[in-house]
């Protein structure tokens, strides 16, 4: 049964990587072949799947649905284009580190869909290529969604599984995430940034643009924004309160559709149902690869190949590197969690101890992403939309700048956890 529910696995990836089916249908079907065959019970599916992710994904969508409509996201955009002056190379620099802020605390897919617009703008007014500003921003998403619980999804599957708190992720994770981003911004400035140049006329463009007519409904802005931030707010308070992360998101999520007064069925369309739907299947998938022992077998490989934390740790984070430049990181991190958990207890870890190889598995899933087009669901959105621009965003354009930042993000990253974590 364990080869039957390694080959479903397989071949429910291959499905939606090779973009045969799309990933919520084939891993819903996987889950039920998986039931149906036996290698899970349905209580076990039940339980395998993890409704802390799913309630902090619901809550946070609807916060954010009901926030973009604001017009803040845009707005936020044509100011850090300002503030840089209209200098193409400082624009290029400071919309990257506005993707990565934002990305911290939005999904990176809605981060990209609401800067990609206004981008384009720019880059038009400025008289520029877009592809620089475009890849400057996919990349800067990946890396900024790295540095907290809600940034991105391995993160939330993290978190949720191991009860690890919105504060660890953020005191362990920003000081690598801050490197990796401000060497990242200085390599694309060296190698786009400084050979931009804009006549000044097209300077007086982008300083021309009204920013604050892009907010489009100035009292939703603020009753949504002062619920977002006690929401965020309430996230760092953790300790103190002992509420989850999904009951904080939900209950300010209730909270904003109260208060905003915007119609509960408009607030369900901004839930991404089928990525919430995808995670269900690929619970119960990954639950049965447990149940059939696959999970230890694999725990037990590990523990075998490495004979130190310090060693363990790095694998963790290249071979999560490398697997997620290939195949999305959702399903692998949902995968390596009871990995982990069961190397943890086969070799005897504390909590503490076991703590560096969670931000060695974060670092890995989420960075790795920026290495290949296909390694993260924002680098092919914003792909897509480039193309309908009849914009060149390819996969070798994008790998050949992409793979060496993301080879230089994971040596930050293991220097990080070798020397601070260990």
Same mark, same amino acid.
């Given at each position: 049964?364990?080869?039957?529910?390694?080959?479903?696995?397989?071949?429910?990836?291959?499905?939606?990587?090779?973009?045969?089916?799309?990933?919520?249908?084939?891993?819903?079907?996987?889950?039920?072949?998986?039931?149906?065959?036996?290698?899970?019970?349905?209580?076990?599916?039940?339980?395998?799947?993890?409704?802390?992710?799913?309630?902090?994904?619901?809550?946070?969508?609807?916060?954010?649905?009901?926030?973009?409509?604001?017009?803040?996201?845009?707005?936020?955009?044509?100011?850090?284009?300002?503030?840089?002056?209209?200098?193409?190379?400082?624009?290029?620099?400071?919309?990257?580190?506005?993707?990565?802020?934002?990305?911290?605390?939005?999904?990176?897919?809605?981060?990209?869909? #609401? $800067?990609?617009?206004?981008? /384009? +703008?720019? *880059?038009?007014?400025?008289?520029?290529?877009? &592809?620089?500003? @475009?890849?400057?921003?996919?990349?800067?998403?990946?890396?900024?969604?790295?540095?907290?619980?809600?940034?991105?999804?391995?993160?939330?599957?993290?978190?949720?599984?191991?009860?690890?708190?919105?504060?660890?992720?953020?005191?362990?994770?920003?000081?690598?995430?801050?490197?990796?981003?401000?060497?990242?911004?200085?390599?694309?400035?060296?190698?786009?940034?400084?050979?931009?140049?804009?006549?000044?006329?097209?300077?007086?463009?982008?300083?021309?643009?009204?920013?604050?007519?892009?907010?489009?409904?100035?009292? #939703? $802005?603020?009753?949504?924004? /002062? +619920?977002? *931030?006690?929401?965020?707010?309430?996230?760092? &308070?953790?300790? @103190?309160?002992?509420l989850s992360p999904a009951v904080v998101a939900l209950a300010g999520a209730a909270v904003a559709m109260i208060v905003c007064g915007t119609r509960v069925e408009r607030c369900l369309e901004e839930v991404e149902w089928p990525t919430i739907l995808f995670f269900v299947g690929l619970f119960v998938m990954v639950g049965a690869l447990e149940a059939t022992g696959v999970v230890?077998?694999?725990?037990?490989?590990?523990?075998?190949?490495?004979?130190?934390?310090?060693?363990?740790?790095?694998?963790?984070?290249?071979?999560?590197?490398?697997?997620?430049?290939?195949?999305?990181?959702?399903?692998?991190?949902a995968t390596m969690v009871p990995v982990i958990e069961e190397l943890g207890a086969a070799k005897g870890y504390s909590p503490a101890e076991l703590e560096p190889l969670w931000w060695s598995l974060s670092l890995g899933a989420c960075l790795g992403g920026n290495a290949t087009l296909i390694g993260a669901s924002a680098n092919l959105v914003v792909a897509g939309m480039s193309?309908?621009?009849?914009?060149?965003?390819?996969?070798?354009?994008?790998?050949?700048?992409?793979?060496?930042?993301?080879?230089?993000?994971?040596?930050?990253?293991?220097?990080?956890?070798?020397?601070?974590?260990?």
């Amino acid at each position: 049964m364990a080869l039957f529910a390694v080959a479903v696995f397989a071949v429910v990836l291959a499905l939606f990587a090779l973009e045969l089916v799309h990933r919520t249908p084939a891993v819903l079907g996987g889950a039920a072949l998986l039931i149906i065959a036996g290698a899970i019970a349905e209580e076990e599916a039940v339980e395998a799947v993890n409704w802390e992710t799913l309630g902090l994904l619901v809550g946070m969508m609807i916060l954010v649905g009901i926030l973009k409509h604001t017009g803040l996201f845009t707005y936020l955009a044509i100011r850090s284009a300002q503030l840089a002056r209209g200098s193409p190379g400082r624009v290029l620099v400071y919309l990257g580190l506005i993707t990565a802020l934002l990305s911290a605390f939005l999904d990176n897919v809605t981060t990209v869909l #609401l $800067l990609f617009p206004v981008t /384009l +703008v720019i *880059a038009r007014i400025l008289d520029q290529d877009p &592809l620089p500003f @475009l890849l400057v921003e996919v990349l800067c998403s990946n890396i900024g969604g790295t540095a907290t619980l809600i940034g991105d999804p391995p993160n939330i599957i993290i978190g949720t599984a191991t009860g690890l708190s919105f504060n660890a992720f953020i005191a362990n994770l920003v000081s690598p995430v801050a490197a990796t981003l401000l060497l990242t911004l200085a390599i694309l400035w060296a190698v786009y940034g400084r050979r931009m140049a804009a006549a000044e006329e097209q300077r007086k463009g982008v300083m021309a643009q009204d920013a604050r007519a892009a907010i489009r409904d100035g009292r #939703l $802005l603020v009753r949504a924004g /002062l +619920v977002t *931030a006690a929401t965020v707010g309430a996230f760092f &308070l953790q300790d @103190l309160t002992g509420l989850s992360p999904a009951v904080v998101a939900l209950a300010g999520a209730a909270v904003a559709m109260i208060v905003c007064g915007t119609r509960v069925e408009r607030c369900l369309e901004e839930v991404e149902w089928p990525t919430i739907l995808f995670f269900v299947g690929l619970f119960v998938m990954v639950g049965a690869l447990e149940a059939t022992g696959v999970v230890g077998a694999i725990a037990d490989a590990l523990a075998s190949a490495s004979d130190s934390r310090a060693a363990t740790a790095a694998l963790i984070i290249w071979g999560s590197g490398a697997a997620s430049a290939v195949i999305d990181n959702i399903p692998f991190t949902a995968t390596m969690v009871p990995v982990i958990e069961e190397l943890g207890a086969a070799k005897g870890y504390s909590p503490a101890e076991l703590e560096p190889l969670w931000w060695s598995l974060s670092l890995g899933a989420c960075l790795g992403g920026n290495a290949t087009l296909i390694g993260a669901s924002a680098n092919l959105v914003v792909a897509g939309m480039s193309e309908r621009e009849g914009i060149a965003f390819t996969f070798w354009r994008f790998t050949k700048v992409g793979l060496p930042l993301t080879a230089l993000a994971l040596a930050v990253s293991t220097a990080y956890v070798l020397l601070f974590q260990l």
